[in-house]
């Protein structure tokens, strides 16, 4: 019999030993310790949140293992392709282990009109946002040596298809006004958001974007609110604060940037902190980096990337603009009934009323700010 400073080993393990009558007293059920499973080699979770983030992990794995897998056949299926290509067979079947139902989908290599391409609803990313600053990075070798690596489409009806990966290519061939080269095959609907998942890893989208997906997901009521998102998701409390953020952003403070991709998560608290200090103020330096990279897309010149473009809306609001001060309303009365009123608004503008006065004595009035203020009708 081992024992040591804690008692009986053999009896807190097994219960055996024990002189005592039997007890019948009713006794409240107690749960399983943790460190007395461990002893007696019990593996079972120790709590219900425990096994659900083992099925989560066990899920997740599995996923990531077929997402891998799906890349290692593409990869080595788009080497053949090309082999295809140079020996005049393109359009030969091509088979794919899809990566959430597994299915085997066969795909065609085809080059498609892109007026018949509509892009999944699915996918993350905002096809506004796609130009030819922002997709610098590709379309140069597009528009020298064509598009090298194809696309996913899938048809729909009426001669039409759905872009399932691939569309900063599809707006880089756009530009370049060439047919797009794409695997088409019956993707199945469940494996067409995990595909774009897939693709967008080597050119990942912006927060903005993503935090607009998530949105999306919260409305179609896939998560009660964010905190559950950012619960089954694993992300953190703080980073699901910042997504919220970039919720809230004015589109025009994401068209300033070279790319929605070069946008750093904390990029909307960023914005959120400087319109408390002068709410008009950055919105007008806003329009003036909007307006200098809608001319640099005709004049070539250099944009300032994220980093500048944030201390240039920084700078905007150091420097206090003094606020229009308003005029209680002034007026000025005649002997003979005619009154004239003058005030100033909290925005700056003057206003006049005048009472009492003729057609031909307004004429005059009309003829005479017209004059002074040099404006027209």
Not at 72 to 90: R, Y
Not at 120 to 139: G, K, W
Not at 222 to 232: F, H, I, M, V
Request: glycine share 6%.
């Amino acid at each position: 019999m081992a024992n040591d400073k804690y008692g009986n080993i053999d009896e807190l393990l097994s219960g055996a030993g024990s002189d005592e009558k039997e007890d019948n007293t009713p006794r409240r059920s107690r749960r399983p310790s943790p460190a007395l499973g461990v002893m007696t080699g019990d593996k079972r979770p120790t709590s219900v949140t425990d096994g659900l983030k083992a099925d989560k992990q066990k899920a997740e794995k599995a996923l990531e293992e077929a997402q891998q897998k799906f890349e290692m056949e593409k990869a080595d299926l788009l080497k053949a392709l090309e082999e295809a290509k140079s020996s005049g067979s393109e359009g030969a079947p091509i088979v794919l282990t899809m990566p959430v139902t597994k299915q085997e989908v066969t795909f065609e290599l085809r080059r498609v009109d892109t007026s018949l391409i509509d892009v999944s609803p699915e996918n993350e990313r905002i096809q506004e946002f796609l130009d030819e600053i922002s997709l610098q990075d590709i379309l140069p070798s597009i528009k020298k040596h064509g598009q090298q690596k194809p696309g996913t489409l899938r048809p729909t009806k009426d001669g039409r298809f759905e872009l399932i990966e691939g569309s900063r290519r599809l707006a880089a061939v756009k530009l370049a006004k060439q047919e797009y080269l794409a695997l088409v095959g019956d993707v199945p609907d469940a494996d067409v958001r995990e595909l774009g998942i897939i693709e967008n890893k080597h050119q990942d989208v912006s927060p903005y974007e993503k935090a607009k997906a998530y949105q999306k997901q919260i409305e179609r009521g896939e998560y009660e609110n964010w905190t559950q998102l950012g619960a089954s998701k694993g992300i953190s409390s703080s980073h699901i604060s910042r997504y919220r953020a970039c919720v809230e952003l004015d589109e025009v403070f994401v068209r300033i940037l070279p790319s929605p991709s070069d946008m750093p998560l904390s990029y909307g608290e960023t914005i959120a902190q400087l319109k408390k200090k002068g709410d008009r103020a950055l919105i007008g330096k806003a329009q003036e980096l909007l307006d200098m990279r809608k001319a640099a897309l005709s004049e070539k010149t250099e944009l300032p990337d994220v980093e500048e473009v944030i201390k240039i809306l920084k700078s905007a609001v150091r420097t206090k603009v003094e606020e229009p001060k308003a005029w209680k309303p002034v007026v000025y009365k005649s002997k003979d009934g005619k009154t004239l009123k003058h005030s100033v608004t909290n925005k700056g503008a003057t206003k006049f009323e005048i009472t009492g006065v003729d057609d031909s004595q307004l004429e005059k009035i009309l003829s005479f700010l017209t004059t002074t203020l040099k404006v027209d009708a």
